[in-house]
């Protein structure tokens, strides 16, 4: 008898793990459903179509091959491998009606181009091009993001995956979103490597990566070359009711971000964000390198991070950590503690380069709640304006800044340099 039993899991177990060999068997091709991948008919329906019918069969590949697939809104589902061959795009339609509005990120908006919702054990790869299309929404904010009735937020996101687990996103060049380019959403395990996320210097808010309220993400062999953050981590909407998952435990590792605003936490951190590790990552022509941003409205317990060994060149801002996002109020007093008051703590920066930088820091907490232990160990920074440093206790070990003009650390309200 123990022997039968034996078997039977041995068995079970066998078939377990030859599951996904069977998924990858599975190969669903949208040109067998009509698809065209002509870059001007629609293919929104026969790449669906693939999606389901390989979804159906308990997963597989949806592989696109040779042409221009043009497409709307498309979701994937568990255990599904999107697959964009090199000589492929899968290129995002420009028509407004195809993506209809609904609430995203618990706040207004319209669908992704591509989504995925309660998923697990998505993959998306294959050395081609996923192309959001996305000129028409950006002339659209520059021409109207002044008027009060502007919602900046009902412009399609690229990948917007919503409670998913067991993400990977790999060597495939991801660019011009509307908006937010990649977005992990309440999401465990996701990776993000060997690839490109790119859109021109100018386009609004097109984020490279936004890890929100996402736990486990790793990022690693990226190029970065974009109109906003290259990366930022958040968690939480500017005044929100809650609750709100923090984000923790994501690693950004030997990537380049060229164009963009540079390694972002915040600003939307009203969840928190705790357990931060970024090594190895060259800066080039980026607003800013090292960016952790919140306000009074939007913060919560955010700390335990680790910078290093960092290269900066032609950066404007090598090192911002600031308390007040948009703008830092030229006076300003304490106010009472909330739920939402940032709490910034235990950041540590080590190894740092940066030449030909146009200012070497801003580091400013709130009256009502100071920075504290803060360590810059091993930086060395060479720019046109020195360091400014309010409302924070700071840390140095061999830290030196090359200012061409004014000082090199200029010590506010209770700042302190240790």
């Known amino acids: 008898m123990k022997r039968k039993a034996s078997r039977g899991v041995c068995f079970f177990a066998a078939m377990f793990a030859a599951a996904p060999l069977l998924r990858a068997a599975v190969v669903c091709n949208p040109v067998t459903f009509g698809a065209k991948g002509d870059g001007t008919t629609k293919d929104t329906m026969a790449i669906q179509k693939a999606i389901d019918v390989c979804a159906a069969k308990g997963g597989g590949t949806v592989r696109l091959q040779n042409g221009t697939f043009l497409t709307g809104p498309i979701q994937l589902k568990s255990h599904i491998t999107l697959e964009v061959d090199p000589g492929a795009t899968l290129l995002g339609s420009q028509d407004r009606a195809d993506y209809k509005e609904e609430e995203e990120l618990r706040e207004a908006s319209v669908e992704p181009l591509i989504g995925a919702k309660n998923a697990e054990d998505i993959t998306i790869r294959g050395g081609g091009t996923i192309d959001g299309n996305g000129k028409p929404w950006w002339d659209d904010v520059y021409s109207h993001r002044h008027m009060p009735d502007f919602v900046a937020a009902k412009r399609p996101r690229l990948i917007l995956l919503d409670h998913c687990k067991h993400v990977l996103i790999e060597n495939v060049t991801i660019q011009n979103s509307a908006s937010w380019q990649v977005v992990p959403y309440y999401c465990d395990d996701v990776t993000i490597r060997n690839g490109k996320i790119l859109a021109p210097a100018h386009s609004p808010n097109t984020d490279g990566i936004d890890p929100f309220s996402s736990h486990h993400v790793t990022i690693s062999k990226m190029t970065i070359d974009v109109g906003d953050d290259n990366v930022a981590i958040k968690s939480g909407q500017p005044g929100s009711a809650g609750p709100d998952d923090p984000s923790t435990d994501i690693t950004v590792t030997d990537c380049n971000f060229l164009h963009g605003h540079g390694m972002s936490i915040g600003s939307e951190i009203a969840g928190g964000v705790q357990n931060v590790r970024v090594a190895r990552v060259y800066f080039k022509g980026t607003g800013n390198g090292v960016r952790i941003k919140s306000n009074r409205d939007r913060g919560a317990d955010i700390g335990n991070f680790d910078f290093r060994d960092l ?108």
């Open 311 to 418: 290269t900066m060149e032609n950066v404007g801002t090598a090192v911002l950590i600031s308390m007040y996002y948009p703008k830092i109020p030229q006076n300003d007093s304490a106010q009472p503690l909330s739920r939402l008051t940032p709490r910034f703590h235990d950041i540590h920066i080590s190894n740092l380069r940066a030449t030909g930088v146009k200012e070497a820091g801003v580091i400013i907490g709130l009256p009502e709640m100071p920075i504290t232990t803060i360590t810059l160990d091993n930086v060395q920074l060479d720019a046109a304006k020195g360091m400014t440093i309010s409302n924070a206790t700071v840390i140095v070990r061999d830290f030196h800044v090359k200012a061409a003009e004014g000082q090199p650390v200029t010590l506010l309200t209770n700042a302190k340099l240790r």
